[in-house]
């Protein structure tokens, strides 16, 4: 309970703001979504009785995970019928520092990356809607069990069941990646140059051999409807593509979901985000997002989700 202003005020919920933002994009891999489940909870915060509220974390955590809950189990059901791959809507993120201001360690920021990855949130799409709600609650903000078992309305019992379940599924398919801020920019620079140069020959030397292009336009941008795979056929896709005119087109780098990304504009709008993960020193995954209800949140200023 903030000691500073009244429980019921704007700015107490501002205060919480960030970790709701959070707990939301996490759950449901789309900012926009994230956006409106927060604003619900402050609705329904604003009109509750509250004379009983001693944890105000806590409660709005658990008003914002019902309502995610509810969202994601609809999503789920209209992205069966998405067209190609569905990819997390990019986010641009500053880690360099927390909600407080204070600089965050080595560990903690790649933790906090980790957290927020593209590959991490593919990997959690795959999870069922109350398997996501645990992990994310559990191990990207590490609410304890009794905490978490209340804000779902299930026993500790079915929560730490679903955590170990959760956990195993996303440690045998969550890729491992490279996070060193330095190494991720030369290689990135060397990819982009590559691309737009149309050299295979530089392309095929940052491409891990059996490299992944995920592209994700929902029909409403070119882009491929299936996954491709393998150094020769990414390569030569990204030199095609790269091939193609745009009007005025500028290319920024900025970190997106907590690591570095490319963002191409055309005539001053969002054309395409790039992702990379790196491992090794290597490109395995190369994420193409497309679709334009999808980039807003990536060429917006920076989003705190923590």
Same mark, same amino acid.
């Given at each position: 309970?903030s000691?500073?202003?009244?429980a019921?005020?704007?700015?107490?919920f501002e205060?919480?703001?960030?970790?709701?933002t959070?707990?939301?994009?996490r759950?449901l891999? @789309? !900012? +926009?979504?994230?956006e409106?489940?927060v604003? *619900?909870?402050?609705?329904?915060?604003?009109?509750?009785?509250?004379s009983d509220?001693?944890?105000?974390r806590?409660?709005?955590?658990r008003?914002t995970t019902?309502l995610?809950?509810d969202?994601?189990?609809? +999503?789920?059901?209209?992205?069966?019928?998405y067209?190609?791959?569905?990819?997390? $809507?990019?986010v641009?993120?500053d880690?360099?520092?927390d909600?407080?201001g204070?600089?965050?360690d080595t560990?903690?920021?790649?933790?906090?990356?980790? &957290?927020v990855?593209?590959?991490?949130?593919?990997?959690? *799409? &795959?999870?069922?809607?109350?398997e @996501? =709600?645990? !992990?994310v %609650?559990?191990e990207? !903000?590490?609410f304890?069990?009794?905490d978490?078992?209340?804000?779902?309305?299930? &026993?500790?019992a079915?929560?730490?069941?679903?955590? #170990?379940?959760?956990r195993?599924h996303?440690?045998?398919?969550?890729? @491992? !990646?490279d996070?060193d801020p330095?190494?991720?920019?030369a290689?990135? *620079?060397?990819f982009?140059?590559a691309?737009g140069? #149309?050299?295979? $020959?530089?392309?095929l030397e940052?491409?891990a051999?059996?490299?992944? %292009?995920?592209?994700?336009s929902? #029909? /409403?941008? /070119?882009g491929?409807?299936?996954?491709?795979?393998?150094?020769? /056929?990414?390569?030569?896709f %990204?030199v095609a593509?790269?091939?193609?005119?745009?009007?005025?087109?500028e290319l920024?780098l900025?970190?997106?979901?907590? =690591?570095?990304?490319? %963002?191409l504009?055309?005539a001053?709008r969002?054309s395409s985000v790039?992702g990379?993960d790196?491992t090794?020193g290597r490109?395995?995954?190369v994420?193409?997002?497309?679709?334009?209800d999808k980039?807003?949140?990536?060429?917006a200023g920076?989003?705190?989700? &923590?």
């Open positions: 309970m000691t500073t202003t009244d019921g005020s704007p700015e107490t205060e919480h703001r960030a970790t709701l959070g707990v939301a994009y759950m891999g @789309r !900012f +926009a979504d994230a409106d489940v604003q *619900e909870a402050w609705l329904r915060w604003s009109a509750a009785d509250r509220v001693r944890d105000v806590g409660y709005l955590v008003v019902r995610a809950l969202r994601l189990r609809q +999503a789920q059901a209209r992205r069966e019928a067209v190609g791959p569905w990819l997390p $809507e990019p641009a993120t880690l360099a520092r909600v407080a204070r600089v965050p560990a903690e920021r790649a933790v906090l990356a980790d &957290s990855s593209l590959a991490l949130l593919v990997v959690l *799409e &795959s999870l069922s809607p109350l @996501r =709600a645990v !992990f %609650l559990r990207a !903000f590490g304890p069990y009794h978490i078992a209340r804000a779902l309305d299930r &026993s500790e079915a929560v730490r069941q679903l955590a #170990g379940r959760a195993r996303v440690e045998e398919r969550r890729p @491992r !990646f996070v330095a190494r991720q920019r290689l990135t *620079e060397r982009l140059a691309a140069g #149309g050299s295979l $020959e530089d392309l940052l491409l051999p059996d490299v992944r %292009l995920v592209g994700d929902g #029909g /409403k941008a /070119k491929p409807l299936r996954v491709i795979q393998g150094a020769d /056929k990414v390569a030569r %990204l593509v790269a091939a193609v005119p745009l009007d005025e087109p920024r900025a970190e997106v979901n907590g =690591a570095l990304a490319a %963002l504009l055309s001053g969002p790039v990379l790196i090794d490109i395995t995954t994420y193409l997002m497309r679709n334009p980039l807003a949140a990536a060429v920076p989003r705190r989700l &923590s």
